[in-house]
């Protein structure tokens, strides 16, 4: 079992940063890929960001390129994700997640692909 414990979350307003972290504990050795997922209150878990655990690859979702970046320190076991230009769209529950199974053509995107996943951190942008 992998355990995901998502830190950094708070309120901000529109135009500044935060970071997210997420520590992974136990069986790290078998981590695939990470990600970044976020759900907006009556709206479904969405893909944000991902990247192998490894190194190598990223991916983003669309509406946060080039203002999101994920990154990672596989000495700490911790994922990061680094979040400029913040907007009040971006307000949600922020999930850190990921999968061991192996699919080098491409980072996954789906909720259901990600088999580890952490308790969520709130993030709140206010305009």
């Known amino acids: 079992q992998v355990q995901l414990i998502e830190s950094g979350g708070g309120l901000v307003q529109a135009g500044t940063s935060l970071r997210l972290s997420c520590a992974a504990s136990?069986?790290?050795?078998?981590?695939?890929?990470m990600g970044w997922f976020r759900q907006a209150p009556g709206k479904e878990r969405e893909f944000v960001a991902a990247t192998r655990w490894s190194g190598g690859s990223t991916a983003y979702a669309d509406s946060v390129k080039g203002r999101f970046t994920i990154s990672r320190d596989n000495a700490q076991n911790t994922v990061y994700l680094q979040m400029n230009s913040l907007k009040p769209e971006d307000t949600a529950v922020y999930y850190c997640a990921a999968y061991s199974f192996r699919f080098p053509l491409q980072l996954l995107r789906t909720p259901r692909d990600y088999n580890y996943w952490g308790q969520g951190t709130q993030v709140t942008v206010s305009s």
């Open positions: 136990g069986r790290t050795f078998s981590i695939y890929a």
